[in-house]
């Protein structure tokens, strides 16, 4: 469930209208997040993706199942973009994100809550970094 969870906390979709004054470089960004689940002593590893990001998809993204998972409410203040993401069915959460570019860099930090039947309510706190890497494929 904790993999379905950081894959679907990815998921969005923007408006391009909206951003186009956002101080970000559109192109190939290399995305390294570290998780971070509240009351586990164990770290887990960072991982790593590319995706191509544009003024149209502003949100660090993995693409994966994206039927269960909505943008609920999204906001921009100068730099940052900020949403609500909830998923639906039997890995239902939500997610709140913000992420604050630096025209070749952003950083972020996404807050996951959910209910696993096994251990109960979680917290996942994942910390997104990027960095521009060229132009998109």
Same mark, same amino acid.
């Given at each position: 469930m904790v993999k379905k969870l950081v894959i679907a906390v990815f998921i969005w979709t923007g408006s391009v209208t909206a951003w186009a004054d956002m101080n970000m470089h559109e192109g190939l960004w290399e995305i390294t997040t570290k998780m971070e689940m509240v009351g586990m002593p164990m770290q887990m590893p960072a991982t790593k993706h590319t995706q191509c990001i544009t003024k149209e998809k502003m949100v660090p993204q993995k693409e994966n199942d994206k039927d269960n998972c909505k943008i609920v409410k999204q906001e921009m203040e100068g730099d940052t973009? $900020?949403?609500?993401? !909830?998923?639906?069915? $039997?890995?239902?959460?939500?997610? @709140?994100?913000? &992420?604050?570019?630096?025209?070749? &860099?952003? @950083?972020? #930090?996404? &807050?996951?809550?959910?209910?696993?039947? !096994? &251990?109960? @309510?979680?917290? #996942?706190?994942?910390?997104?970094?990027? $960095?521009?890497?060229?132009a998109c494929k």
């Amino acid at each position: 469930m904790v993999k379905k969870l950081v894959i679907a906390v990815f998921i969005w979709t923007g408006s391009v209208t909206a951003w186009a004054d956002m101080n970000m470089h559109e192109g190939l960004w290399e995305i390294t997040t570290k998780m971070e689940m509240v009351g586990m002593p164990m770290q887990m590893p960072a991982t790593k993706h590319t995706q191509c990001i544009t003024k149209e998809k502003m949100v660090p993204q993995k693409e994966n199942d994206k039927d269960n998972c909505k943008i609920v409410k999204q906001e921009m203040e100068g730099d940052t973009v $900020k949403w609500v993401l !909830e998923c639906s069915g $039997k890995d239902a959460m939500k997610a @709140e994100g913000k &992420t604050t570019y630096h025209g070749d &860099t952003f @950083e972020g #930090i996404i &807050t996951i809550k959910a209910k696993d039947p !096994e &251990t109960g @309510e979680m917290k #996942i706190i994942n910390h997104v970094a990027g $960095k521009y890497v060229g132009a998109c494929k």
